[in-house]
């Protein structure tokens, strides 16, 4: 049980390592395309990435999005780290012997 306990948390570790990897692309790419890519608020929608037509949204100041993607690839990079040490600490735990 202890095996797909910790496998599951590898897993969430390379998730939520992706998610802090892609927001922090988003960040860099609005750089480069303020236009198309940014943090997008709207009636129905809150978002990091690119729009397109079909959604109603207005982008927020530039500073706000750097401000939220520094916040949450620095707490990504930190949950991430977490799970994946709880797993390696279960994958490295020697089974009690009955």
């Given at each position: 049980?202890?095996?797909?306990?910790?496998?599951?948390?590898?897993?969430?570790?390379?998730?939520?390592?992706?998610?802090?990897?892609?927001?922090?692309?988003?960040?860099?790419?609005h750089?480069?395309?303020?236009?198309?890519?940014?943090?997008?608020?709207?009636?129905?929608?809150?978002?990091?990435?690119?729009?397109?037509?079909?959604?109603?949204?207005?982008?927020?100041?530039?500073?706000?999005?750097?401000?939220?993607?520094?916040?949450?690839?620095?707490?990504?990079?930190?949950?991430?780290?977490?799970?994946?040490?709880?797993a390696?600490?279960?994958?490295?735990?020697?089974?009690?012997?009955?």
């Open positions: 049980m202890s095996t797909l306990k910790s496998t599951g948390q590898l897993l969430a570790a390379a998730l939520i390592a992706f998610i802090g990897l892609a927001i922090g692309a988003t960040a860099v790419w750089a480069f395309d303020p236009e198309h890519v940014g943090l997008w608020s709207g009636p129905d929608a809150f978002f990091f990435g690119p729009l397109d037509g079909t959604i109603r949204a207005h982008q927020l100041p530039g500073s706000t999005l750097y401000v939220v993607a520094v916040t949450a690839v620095l707490l990504c990079f930190f949950v991430a780290r977490e799970l994946l040490g709880f390696r600490a279960g994958l490295t735990r020697t089974p009690r012997e009955a």
